[in-house]
């Protein structure tokens, strides 16, 4: 089964195409990874393929199923954006309970622990989230992400904040969910992303400029091509 199945997308902001005929395939199970520079429409994608953002124009199908029809999707979708969904006002345990409760875990008591853990803040699971770095709260943002065990995980510059202990523990925990479900993951780290990749594509000026599953074990040469799309601007269709 593809768990996306998108369709020359498109964004506008008005004269700003943030995305130019985007189609993806992404299988069930697979790791894709996003590379691009900022202002290559990453984040817009994410977006759109959460079902937080409607297309100007194309299709998009998760799980064969039409997310502008289908509000239950959303269960199915685990994000990791630019904003937490975290609540400064609760400790970790309660934003991951009330999470866990808001989609209907019956165990979301051992859920939110299992998690904390997971993530490496046990010792301030009992802590107000104000009180928390920034590389903490993006580690309680990617655990409230997968509160629901969501087969579908979009993670939107996921290590963004994380210092080098906190980054090697999500790349741990994302290693442990590769296969189990589907991934996409957007970065500007080649190094970090290659770590997770079944595939990978290259995004510039909104369009996919580089698509391959071959060659991804020389992080050089990924590193190369990377620079040179980003330097020319160069998109196909």
Do not use: C
């Not at 894709?32 to 290559?40: E, H, K, S």
């Not at 709260?137 to 969501?150: D, E, K, M, S």
């Amino acid at each position: 089964m593809q768990a996306i199945e998108a369709r020359d997308l498109e964004k506008a902001f008005g004269p700003l195409q943030a995305l130019r005929r985007v189609t993806l395939e992404v299988a069930a199970g697979e790791s894709l990874v996003v590379f691009g520079p900022n202002g290559a429409g990453k984040t817009t994608l994410i977006k759109i393929l959460a079902t937080l953002m409607r297309p100007s124009g194309g299709t998009l199908r998760l799980f064969g199923r039409d997310p502008q029809r289908d509000d239950d999707l959303r269960r199915l979708i685990g994000v990791v954006s630019h904003h937490s969904y975290l609540y400064s006002g609760l400790t970790a345990t309660e934003n991951l309970l009330f999470a866990a409760r808001m989609y209907g875990r019956p165990d979301a008591g051992a859920r939110a622990a299992e998690l904390i853990d997971a993530v490496g803040l046990g010792p301030r699971r009992h802590d107000l989230v104000r009180t928390f770095s920034r590389g903490m709260l993006q580690r309680l943002t990617i655990a409230r992400a997968l509160v629901h065990n969501p087969p579908l995980l979009l993670l939107d510059e996921p290590y963004t904040g994380l210092d080098r202990h906190a980054a090697a523990l999500f790349t741990d925990l994302l290693e442990q969910l590769r296969g189990d479900r589907t991934i996409v993951l957007t970065t500007h780290s080649i190094e970090q992303g290659l770590a997770l990749a079944d595939r990978i594509v290259i995004l510039v000026d909104g369009a996919v400029a580089y698509e391959s599953r071959d060659g991804l074990e020389d992080q050089h040469a990924v590193g190369q091509l990377y620079t040179e799309f980003v330097r020319t601007g160069a998109w196909v269709h």
